[in-house]
């Protein structure tokens, strides 16, 4: 059974950083593509970036704008997503994924292609 377990998100101010851990289990961990979407109250997930089993990474879209860093421990099966200078507009319930492929192949719509997710983590940016 394929699981995935969001952590680290929380309330913080602008300007200010957090790093999100996904830990999963039930994958062939170092030969899956991971990748962190986001979505804010009434809108779509939107994918941010993905990692490839080589640590390749796509960023799937430019809303981040250069602020966010993905990683990835095969060792301990864990994807994480740095976040820093974080602003309002960040605030959103953050998912990661699991593309059963090696390689990232998606986009910011990519949502539908991605078998397995987590349960998400809420960040919230305050002013």
């Known amino acids: 059974q394929v699981q995935l377990m969001e952590s680290g998100g929380g309330l913080v101010q602008a300007g200010e950083s957090l790093k999100l851990s996904c830990t999963t289990s039930?994958?062939?961990?170092?030969?899956?593509?991971m990748a962190w979407f986001r979505q804010a109250p009434g809108k779509g997930r939107e994918g941010l970036q993905c990692?490839?089993?080589?640590?390749?990474?796509?960023h799937y879209s430019h809303s981040d704008q250069g602020r966010f860093t993905i990683s990835r421990d095969n060792a301990k099966n864990t994807v994480y997503l740095q976040m820093d200078n974080l602003a309002p507009g960040d605030s959103a319930m953050y998912y990661c994924?699991?593309?059963?492929?090696?390689?990232?192949?998606?986009?910011?719509?990519?949502?539908?292609?991605?078998?397995?997710w987590g349960q998400g983590t809420q960040v919230t940016v305050s002013s």
């Open positions: 039930g994958l062939t961990f170092a030969h899956t593509a």
């Open positions: 994924a699991a593309d059963p492929a090696p390689y990232c192949s998606g986009s910011a719509d990519s949502a539908p292609t991605y078998n397995y």
């Open positions: 990692i490839s089993w080589n640590d390749g990474v796509d």
